[in-house]
């Protein structure tokens, strides 16, 4: 049974960290990555790793501020977020695919298996 479960979200001020973490289990994964939804939105691409490569992928809205990494062993991955915004407000989804394809990456149909979301409040 595939399951994949985040963690580590909360309310923070603008400027503030925060750290995501996730961990899949019940099949082997070639990419992980994490999306954001706010209401009314679609959900939207923040990053992505490929295992074997150890290629990185971010949305532009967030390089430079977001980290992600992860055990590729352990099929856990983490978002280090620093410099917070508050248009960073969303709940954030951890998502796992068995198939990786560069062009695809940002797609959410190209992850298989997604968490339940943790929410990301930051104020202003």
């Known amino acids: 049974q595939v399951q994949v479960a985040e963690s580590g979200g909360g309310l923070v001020q603008a400027g503030g960290s925060l750290r995501l973490s996730c961990a899949a289990s019940?099949?082997?994964?070639?990419?992980m990555g994490w999306f954001r939804q706010v209401p009314g939105k679609e959900r939207e691409f923040v990053a992505a790793?490929?295992?074997?490569?150890?290629?990185?992928y971010y949305a532009d809205s967030v390089k430079g501020r977001f980290t992600i990494s992860g055990d590729n062993a352990k099929n856990t991955v983490y978002l280090q977020m620093n410099s917070l915004k508050p248009e960073d407000t969303a709940v954030y989804y951890c998502?796992?695919?068995?198939?990786?394809?560069?062009?695809?990456?940002?797609?959410?149909?190209?992850?298989?298996?997604w968490g339940q979301g943790t929410q990301v409040t930051v104020s202003s």
């Open positions: 998502a796992a695919g068995v198939y990786y394809n560069y062009r695809s990456v940002y797609t959410p149909g190209t992850y298989g298996a």
């Open positions: 019940g099949r082997t994964f070639a990419i």
């Open positions: 790793i490929n295992w074997s490569s150890g290629t990185t």
